[in-house]
Nanobody
Framework: QVQLVESGGGLVQPGGSLRLSCAPS????????MGWYRQATGKQRELVAA???????VYATSVKGRFTISRDNAKNTVYLQMNSLKPEDSAVYYC?????????WGQGTQVTVSS
């Protein structure tokens, strides 16, 4: 079964940057939207950013102007560039891919923003 493989999480100081990547482990066709969600301890999972196959994007209000989502359709890869990180951005970040047939979630990657 195809899985989503995430990378790029880690520990960073406030004001720093990280870039997350997510790609399927095998062939995945008919990809439509790709996105990133996050879940902080004790909180519900929330949408961070999403991008459609045509390149339209949507962002959570809390990350607008700091985070940028992009995708490489040739590689079926989605990226999340995170700048000016704040402690409240600390969470497990999950990649999600919607195809014409199913929804896929990544295993999650931890992002910790702390001095």
């Amino acid at each position: 079964q195809v899985q989503l493989v995430e990378s790029g999480g880690g520990l960073v100081q406030p004001g720093g940057s990280l870039r997350l990547s997510c790609a399927p482990s095998g062939i995945m066709s008919s990809i439509k939207a790709m996105g990133w969600y996050r879940q902080a301890t004790g909180k519900q999972r929330e949408l961070v950013a999403a991008i459609t196959s045509s390149g339209s994007t949507v962002y959570a209000t809390s990350v607008k102007g700091r985070f940028t989502i992009s995708r490489d359709n040739a590689k079926n890869t989605v990226y999340l560039q995170m700048n000016s990180l704040k402690p409240e951005d600390s969470a497990v970040y999950y990649c999600k891919v919607d195809t014409s047939f199913a929804h896929y979630w990544g295993q999650g990657t931890q992002v910790t923003v702390s001095s």
